[in-house]
């Protein structure tokens, strides 16, 4: 028997060469394909550098990120510092203005506490006359002054007292 002047024997077997050689065609291209995937992942991973070891790309990755976690220690210290050094800086701020003499307009006199997270600091009261004016300052601990405070410093100190500030630095 006869197919295409060929016996049936020969025409079988040059079919199965040619679905040989197509599967081994399609086979071809999907490997190129995967080698072109890991030939980008290998020129991503070595950061376009060439003839290097990987024992030195892996020794110099360890050595960035012990660098990192060192640097990472470091501002967690200055942070713990500054967040200490927060609680003495000026938190609380209370103001009052009022009128302190029945002849002057307007409240051109004022009163500001200006504390700190345990309430220490200073109370400055400035006094505006038709003929000149006065500001005094008095230290302010734990709430209290040593000196008279007059009852709108009294106020501002309460005041500043109940101004609550978060802690946003505690992170």
């Known amino acids: 028997m006869y197919i295409f002047g060929l016996q049936i024997e020969l025409f079988i077997l040059i079919c199965v060469n040619f679905f040989l050689i197509l599967v081994l065609i399609l086979m071809n291209i999907s490997n190129r394909l995967k080698i072109k995937k890991l030939k980008n992942k290998y020129y991503k991973f070595m950061n376009g550098l060439s003839d290097v070891n990987l024992e030195e790309v892996i020794d110099d990755c360890i050595d960035k ?64 006359t038709r003929d000149s004016s006065s500001t005094y300052a008095k230290p302010v601990s734990r709430g209290k ?27």
Request: glycine residues 4%; contains cysteine.
């Open 145 to 171: 002054s040593k000196y008279v405070l007059s009852a709108e410093e009294v106020k501002a100190i309460d005041d500043a007292r109940k101004t609550h500030v978060s802690n946003t630095y505690d992170l």
């Open 65 to 128: 990120v012990n660098n990192v976690i060192d640097k990472n220690k470091d501002l967690e210290y200055q942070m713990n510092v500054l967040k200490r050094n927060m609680y003495y800086c000026v938190q609380k701020v209370g103001i009052v203005r009022y009128n302190a003499f029945d002849d002057v307009g307007s409240d051109l006199c004022f009163s500001v506490a200006l504390l700190d997270n345990n309430d220490d600091g200073v109370v400055v009261s400035s006094l505006y």
